[in-house]
């Protein structure tokens, strides 16, 4: 199949420039949200109060013309609150289900670490296999579908640590902090009758992004980029200072998200530096440092740049000519 970059670059550029007008001066979190979007994957978001995680979700929701529904976690949340119930009806004497707010395009899981993990799990296969199943029952979820999960990294009174088979299913963990000076009076300038979002339109059409979803898949990944992402995911298992090493889930989103940042960049073909850039924010999430290691002030990020660092980078013919 021939790839057709152009189309995957004009609905990135137009992605880019709306969720722009709300997300002010965080180029680099909106491309990783567009990229991750592209794959069909899922985002943790992980930062301060007030720094416009939730804002993403809604612009993004907004900007691609889906439907959008939010979820604000509390420790007292049961499953049925995520993913609906069954009532039954007196008229037609049978059970209907009534959805819950994981049935739409776009969900924004706001705190999510402030549920418990038996409410936590009723993400888990909505998430990989995107489909939900109340008592017995499995309903498809819409297309297209992403969740967009938020969490304090600073306070964690009351909070419920996500396992790492939630973790896993993220495709990238990600951080808006805060911004510059001139970005923030430019905030204050935007907001000063009403907020930008209001505004915001849908600048792509449902047919485009399935194009554009079903395209990236067919950017071409050379035998040594392939043999690169395992060995960089490989690393992270054999690491003295790792408890717990990235599954195969890491090695195909990078491999994914490596497909799609090419095309964004004009490219057919995936580069090392695709998959470096990359690395940080879909391999940290998935690495458990070991105990001892946390003594030392020794995190996943760290640890990963270290295996970046250290491993050999494939050279030659990376885009299916001869080598």
């Avoid at 900007?63 to 007196?90: A, E, H, W």
């Avoid at 969900?107 to 995107?130: C, F, G, H, W, Y």
């Avoid at 440092?289 to 660092?309: F, G, H, M, W, Y």
């Amino acid at each position: 199949m021939t790839v057709d970059i152009e189309i995957v670059q004009s609905l990135g550029e137009k992605l880019h420039e709306n969720l722009s007008k709300v997300i002010i001066g965080k180029d680099e979190a909106l491309a990783l949200t567009i990229i991750a979007f592209l794959c069909q994957g899922h985002i943790l978001i992980e930062d301060v109060p007030g720094v416009g995680k939730t804002m993403l979700a809604r612009s993004l929701a907004k900007s691609l013309g889906c439907n959008f529904k939010r979820i604000q976690f509390t420790p007292d949340m049961l499953p049925s609150d995520v993913t609906g119930v069954s009532i039954y009806n007196q008229n037609t004497r049978e059970f209907e289900y009534r959805p819950g707010p994981l049935m739409a395009q776009i969900v924004l899981a706001d705190e999510i670490n402030r549920a418990t993990p038996k409410t936590q799990s009723a993400l888990l296969e909505a998430m990989e296999e995107r489909q939900m199943t109340v008592d017995g029952n499995t309903y498809g979820l819409p297309v297209p579908f992403m969740v967009l999960a938020t969490q304090n990294p600073i306070e964690y009174e009351g909070t419920f640590p996500l396992p790492e088979a939630q973790l896993d299913r993220f495709m990238m963990r990600i951080d808006l902090g805060y911004t510059s000076l001139s970005n923030e009076i430019r905030i204050l300038e935007q907001q000063k009758v009403n907020h930008p979002i209001l505004d915001l339109a849908a600048v792509v059409e449902l047919q485009d992004i399935l194009r554009v979803q079903e395209t990236i898949k067919h950017v071409h990944v050379s035998e040594p980029v392939k043999r690169y992402i395992v060995e960089m995911v490989r690393e992270t298992r054999l690491h003295p200072e790792v408890y717990l090493g990235s599954s195969p889930r890491g090695s195909l989103g990078l491999y994914r998200s490596g497909q799609a940042r090419a095309a964004l960049q004009g490219r057919d073909y995936v580069l090392p530096d695709d998959i470096k850039i990359l690395a940080p924010n879909i391999l940290s999430h998935r690495v458990v440092v070991s105990p001892s290691a946390r003594l030392t002030d020794i995190n996943a990020n760290k640890i990963v740049r270290e295996i970046l660092s250290s491993l050999a980078v494939p050279g030659g013919d990376l885009g299916g000519g001869a080598f």
